[in-house]
């Protein structure tokens, strides 16, 4: 089993932007809009390895896990969308979700480890970023909501990578973890045009 320390470690390369921050509280509704497909691809993701890696037992309980979580969560923005006459519709997507899958490496194992740190990542940062918007947000309910979407995005990337931990050498998990955030960094590392919860 991995060591609290790496289940917890924030490994993100850089912060947020203030920029970023900026541009989201600005933009609250389509961060919202946003917000609900991130939810709806996060489910879809971990019921894709649960698809592809059907016999990896610990990682199936625990993705399961999360794809049921991450559809409440679609719900719960589904409800806030709703709630402030907001139709549900598709946003183009910023580069980062495909810039990271760019990174995926086609051969097994290779594949497995490098989904599992990615996905992880993307959690990290939208951990990062729900946070900032819990205390930047001007709208104290929304604020609230924002708030206690936290404590389950961090048992999520905190789940990719033990799971990582689980199946890979620990050794080979921190060295790719390290290259990849390193990616995931760059990716940011020009805001979007766009308001996005990963731009």
Same mark, same amino acid.
């Given at each position: 089993?991995?060591?609290?320390?790496?289940?917890?470690?924030?490994?993100?390369?850089?912060?947020?932007?203030?920029?970023?921050?900026?541009?989201? !509280?600005?933009?609250?509704?389509?961060?919202?809009? #946003?917000?609900?497909?991130?939810?709806?691809?996060?489910?879809? !993701? *971990?019921?894709?390895?649960?698809?592809?890696?059907?016999?990896?037992?610990?990682? !199936?309980?625990?993705?399961?896990?999360? $794809?049921?979580?991450?559809?409440? @969560?679609?719900?719960? !923005?589904?409800?806030?969308?709703?709630?402030?006459?907001?139709?549900?519709?598709?946003?183009?997507?910023?580069?980062?979700? $495909?810039?990271?899958?760019?990174?995926?490496?086609?051969?097994?194992?290779?594949?497995?480890? #490098?989904?599992?740190?990615?996905?992880?990542?993307?959690? *990290?940062?939208?951990?990062?970023?729900?946070?900032?918007?819990?205390? @930047?947000?001007?709208?104290?309910?929304? $604020?609230?909501?924002?708030?206690?979407?936290?404590?389950?995005? *961090?048992?999520?990337?905190?789940?990719?990578?033990?799971?990582? #931990?689980?199946?890979?050498?620990?050794?080979?998990?921190?060295?790719?973890?390290?290259?990849?955030?390193?990616?995931?960094?760059?990716?940011?590392?020009?805001? @979007?045009?766009?308001?996005?919860?990963?731009?």
């Amino acid at each position: 089993m991995l060591s609290s320390e790496l289940s917890t470690i924030n490994a993100l390369k850089q912060p947020t932007s203030s920029a970023w921050v900026e541009q989201a !509280v600005a933009n609250l509704d389509t961060i919202l809009l #946003d917000h609900s497909q991130c939810e709806r691809k996060a489910a879809g !993701v *971990a019921l894709n390895m649960i698809f592809r890696y059907p016999s990896n037992a610990k990682m !199936v309980r625990e993705l399961t896990k999360i $794809a049921r979580e991450e559809l409440e @969560h679609f719900e719960l !923005v589904n409800q806030w969308l709703e709630k402030r006459g907001i139709p549900l519709r598709p946003l183009q997507p910023p580069p980062y979700g $495909a810039g990271l899958k760019s990174q995926i490496r086609s051969k097994e194992p290779e594949r497995f480890l #490098d989904s599992l740190l990615i996905s992880g990542l993307i959690e *990290a940062r939208s951990h990062e970023r729900l946070g900032l918007l819990a205390v @930047h947000c001007s709208e104290p309910e929304l $604020a609230k909501f924002y708030h206690s979407l936290m404590a389950s995005e *961090a048992r999520h990337y905190g789940t990719y990578w033990v799971l990582a #931990d689980t199946y890979f050498d620990r050794d080979l998990v921190r060295q790719r973890l390290d290259e990849l955030a390193f990616v995931e960094s760059e990716l940011l590392a020009t805001l @979007h045009r766009e308001p996005r919860i990963h731009s």
